[in-house]
Nanobody, 116 residues
Framework: QVQLVESGGGLVQAGGSLRLSCVVS????????MAWWRQAPGDQREWVAY????????MYADSVRGRFTVSRDKFVNAMYLQMNGLKPDDTATYYC?????????WGQGAQVAVGS
Protein backbone atom coordinates (compact mmCIF):
# COMPACT_ATOMS: atom_id res chain seq x y z
CA GLN A 1 0.00 0.00 0.00
CA VAL A 2 1.25 3.47 -0.88
CA GLN A 3 0.38 6.63 1.01
CA LEU A 4 0.90 10.27 0.06
CA VAL A 5 0.46 12.82 2.83
CA GLU A 6 0.42 16.55 2.17
CA SER A 7 0.96 19.19 4.84
CA GLY A 8 1.67 22.89 5.14
CA GLY A 9 -1.57 24.38 3.93
CA GLY A 10 -3.28 27.28 5.65
CA LEU A 11 -4.66 30.78 5.39
CA VAL A 12 -2.45 33.61 4.19
CA GLN A 13 -2.95 37.13 2.93
CA ALA A 14 -2.31 38.05 -0.68
CA GLY A 15 1.40 38.42 -1.33
CA GLY A 16 2.29 35.96 1.39
CA SER A 17 4.04 32.60 1.22
CA LEU A 18 3.40 28.99 2.14
CA ARG A 19 5.41 25.79 1.76
CA LEU A 20 3.62 22.54 1.08
CA SER A 21 5.14 19.14 1.70
CA CYS A 22 4.24 15.71 0.36
CA VAL A 23 5.72 12.58 1.87
CA VAL A 24 5.40 9.22 0.13
CA SER A 25 5.51 6.03 2.17
CA UNK A 26 4.56 2.40 1.92
CA UNK A 27 5.29 -0.40 -0.49
CA UNK A 28 7.08 1.59 -3.15
CA UNK A 29 10.64 1.45 -4.38
CA UNK A 30 12.90 3.39 -6.65
CA UNK A 31 12.44 6.90 -7.89
CA UNK A 32 9.52 8.35 -9.81
CA UNK A 33 8.34 11.69 -11.10
CA MET A 34 6.07 13.71 -8.84
CA ALA A 35 3.59 16.48 -9.43
CA TRP A 36 1.38 19.00 -7.69
CA TRP A 37 -2.20 19.56 -8.74
CA ARG A 38 -4.87 21.81 -7.30
CA GLN A 39 -8.63 22.10 -7.32
CA ALA A 40 -10.56 25.23 -6.48
CA PRO A 41 -14.18 24.98 -5.34
CA GLY A 42 -16.42 24.36 -8.33
CA ASP A 43 -13.50 23.94 -10.72
CA GLN A 44 -11.77 20.97 -12.30
CA ARG A 45 -8.50 19.75 -10.90
CA GLU A 46 -5.57 21.39 -12.67
CA TRP A 47 -1.90 20.58 -12.91
CA VAL A 48 0.45 22.99 -11.13
CA ALA A 49 4.03 21.69 -11.18
CA TYR A 50 6.13 18.65 -12.09
CA UNK A 51 9.51 17.38 -10.98
CA UNK A 52 11.43 14.53 -12.55
CA UNK A 53 12.81 11.43 -10.84
CA UNK A 54 16.17 13.07 -10.19
CA UNK A 55 14.85 16.57 -9.64
CA UNK A 56 16.85 17.81 -12.61
CA UNK A 57 13.77 18.80 -14.59
CA UNK A 58 10.90 20.92 -13.36
CA MET A 59 7.87 22.31 -15.16
CA TYR A 60 5.19 24.78 -14.12
CA ALA A 61 1.76 25.89 -15.17
CA ASP A 62 1.77 29.38 -16.64
CA SER A 63 -0.35 30.65 -13.77
CA VAL A 64 2.32 29.87 -11.15
CA ARG A 65 5.61 30.09 -13.04
CA GLY A 66 7.97 32.54 -11.37
CA ARG A 67 6.09 32.39 -8.06
CA PHE A 68 6.11 28.70 -7.14
CA THR A 69 9.12 26.41 -6.84
CA VAL A 70 8.93 22.62 -6.71
CA SER A 71 11.71 20.55 -5.17
CA ARG A 72 12.23 17.08 -3.76
CA ASP A 73 14.28 15.12 -1.29
CA LYS A 74 14.89 11.78 -2.95
CA PHE A 75 16.30 10.20 0.21
CA VAL A 76 12.97 10.47 2.01
CA ASN A 77 10.65 10.44 -1.02
CA ALA A 78 9.34 13.89 -0.26
CA MET A 79 8.31 16.74 -2.52
CA TYR A 80 7.85 20.39 -1.67
CA LEU A 81 6.09 23.39 -3.17
CA GLN A 82 7.34 26.80 -2.13
CA MET A 83 4.59 29.28 -2.96
CA ASN A 84 5.47 32.96 -2.95
CA GLY A 85 3.47 35.97 -4.03
CA LEU A 86 0.23 34.14 -3.36
CA LYS A 87 -2.95 35.48 -4.95
CA PRO A 88 -6.61 34.90 -4.13
CA ASP A 89 -6.82 32.83 -7.34
CA ASP A 90 -4.37 30.36 -5.77
CA THR A 91 -7.04 29.37 -3.24
CA ALA A 92 -7.58 25.64 -3.70
CA THR A 93 -6.95 22.21 -2.30
CA TYR A 94 -3.47 21.12 -3.36
CA TYR A 95 -2.75 17.47 -4.12
CA CYS A 96 0.44 15.58 -4.79
CA UNK A 97 0.42 12.82 -7.36
CA UNK A 98 2.87 10.12 -8.41
CA UNK A 99 2.93 7.37 -10.98
CA UNK A 100 4.70 4.18 -10.07
CA UNK A 101 4.42 0.62 -11.27
CA UNK A 102 1.77 1.57 -13.78
CA UNK A 103 -0.52 3.09 -11.17
CA UNK A 104 -1.23 6.59 -10.04
CA UNK A 105 -1.49 7.67 -6.45
CA TRP A 106 -2.94 10.83 -4.90
CA GLY A 107 -2.68 12.41 -1.52
CA GLN A 108 -5.66 13.58 0.50
CA GLY A 109 -4.98 17.25 -0.22
CA ALA A 110 -3.88 20.33 1.68
CA GLN A 111 -6.11 23.38 1.72
CA VAL A 112 -4.68 26.76 0.83
CA ALA A 113 -6.74 29.92 1.25
CA VAL A 114 -5.46 33.33 0.18
CA GLY A 115 -7.25 36.40 1.43
CA SER A 116 -7.39 39.61 -0.55
Amino acid sequence: QVQLVESGGGLVQAGGSLRLSCVVSGDIFGSFPMAWWRQAPGDQREWVAYISETGAKTMYADSVRGRFTVSRDKFVNAMYLQMNGLKPDDTATYYCRIEAGGREYWGQGAQVAVGS
